[in-house]
């Protein structure tokens, strides 16, 4: 049975109807083909989903969506202000902060994150702080050091 939903997604305002079981990552993917929030895991390992509810970082992959009612939630897709990419984007691509990129926005949600709430000080808090954002490709330094920019 679906169930009512309004939450604001990248600054729109949404009146969804979804079923309770459905995660905030099945719903912008699927149902709102905001596809830049990656499915990696889908169990809360990899970082790849990650998206802000609220301003604050959160695994979609481990957030049902009904959670979300009367929230703001930011995606990739969110960050850019028109043509205009977000320091962070533009910092990542300075920086070559990845490889295959697939990781990517989850990284970049984190990492803006990562300087909102103040873990950014130095490059041993921002690892401890990216820690659940995996890698494959290895980009780590890379990402540190996008971040040390933008932290300036
Ligand atoms: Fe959510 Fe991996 S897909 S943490």
Do not use: W
């Amino acid at each position: 049975e679906q169930m009512p939903l309004r939450v604001t997604i990248n600054g729109a305002a949404q009146q969804l109807n979804i079923e309770p079981r459905v995660t905030l990552l099945d719903l912008l993917r699927e149902q709102l083909n905001l596809t830049g929030t990656k499915k990696g895991c889908d169990h809360g390992q990899c970082g790849a989903c990650t998206v802000h509810v609220d301003g604050t970082r959160v695994n979609a992959c481990l957030t049902l969506a009904m959670t979300t009612e009367g929230c703001k939630v930011t995606t990739i897709e969110g960050l850019a202000d028109g043509d205009q990419l977000h320091p962070m984007q533009e910092a990542f691509i300075k920086h070559d902060g990845f490889q295959c990129g697939y990781c990517t926005p989850g990284q970049i949600m984190s990492a803006v994150a990562c300087i909102r709430e103040g873990h950014a000080d130095s490059p041993d808090e921002i690892r401890e702080y990216m820690s659940g954002n995996i890698c494959r490709c290895g980009a780590y330094s890379n990402i540190v050091d996008a971040i040390m920019d933008v932290k300036q």
